[in-house]
């Protein structure tokens, strides 16, 4: 399972990110792709995804199929924005599949608190602005970032530390959230509106184009301009992070810092 050259002992590794799991086809497909993006920027002996729950492939699966491979230890990547329950669960999960199966494992941590994440949602605003010709520099423009929400304080104080370090940049920046905290959309459109914004950006902060990309949201933002009566003021959505070579570049520094912390 492991090739010695002299005293050196070259380990077989597998790297596996656990993701909470959609029923919309799109999320599966960006995930693979993705994986596809690790495989190409890395040296492991296999790079694959798995879901917490919702959809199979399921922690377990995913754990055979890397111990299928033949190889000597796994690197465990919680594919999540936030800490929360669900993170947790994961990596419960995870910890106690691995030990049954005598299999050695890294768990990392999860992407929050990262500085490219700024960088992908500045990404995400740069692109909408060349995409719609908005004409008004950053400095002018007002951006709301929509993140899903936790019932776990820890969970909204990764996402606002994330949504922070992008004031520096812009007008203003303010944060909301689709369900489970508060403020929600329709507030978050609100606060802004009252300040008098040239261009509103709104920023998904999702990873994949689930049921909440698709519909969820723009529902919620539909209903907002409608009751607060936005009219005269230019509204765009940026794109969520998705598929990025940055997010995959992401995930090989979160790994790498997880196996050289245990060795």
Request: hydrophobic share 35%.
């Amino acid at each position: 399972m492991s090739i010695t050259l002299g005293k050196e002992i070259r380990m077989k590794r597998a790297l596996l990110l656990i993701d909470r799991g959609s029923r919309e086809p799109e999320a599966k497909e960006e995930l693979s792709q993705l994986c596809t993006l690790i495989k190409e920027e890395s040296k492991y002996a296999y790079v694959d995804h798995c879901f917490l729950e919702v959809i199979p492939p399921y922690i377990e699966e995913g754990i055979n199929t890397c111990i299928s491979h033949n190889v000597d230890s796994i690197t465990v990547i919680p594919y999540f924005l936030y800490p929360g329950m669900k993170l947790k669960d994961s990596v419960k999960k995870t910890a106690k599949i691995c030990y049954d199966k005598k299999i050695k494992v890294v768990i990392a941590k999860p992407l929050s608190y990262h500085t490219t994440l700024n960088t992908l949602i500045k990404d995400r605003i740069n692109y909408a602005r060349h995409k719609n010709k908005i004409i008004p520099q950053n400095c002018n423009c007002d951006i709301l970032v929509i993140g899903h929400g936790s019932s776990d304080s820890s969970a909204r104080t990764a996402f606002a530390y994330t949504v922070n370090n992008l004031k520096p940049f812009f007008r203003s920046v303010t944060f909301c959230f689709l369900e489970l905290d508060e403020p929600r959309i329709g507030n978050g459109i609100e606060r802004i509106i009252s300040n008098n914004p040239d261009v509103l950006i709104i920023v998904p902060y999702f990873l994949h184009r689930g049921t909440h990309i698709k519909k969820d949201i723009v529902q919620d933002i539909d209903s907002a301009l409608v009751k607060y009566n936005v009219k005269n003021i230019p509204v765009y959505i940026t794109e969520h992070l998705g598929v990025d070579p940055k997010l995959a570049k992401m995930v090989l520094e979160r790994a790498k810092e997880a196996e050289e912390k245990v060795g």
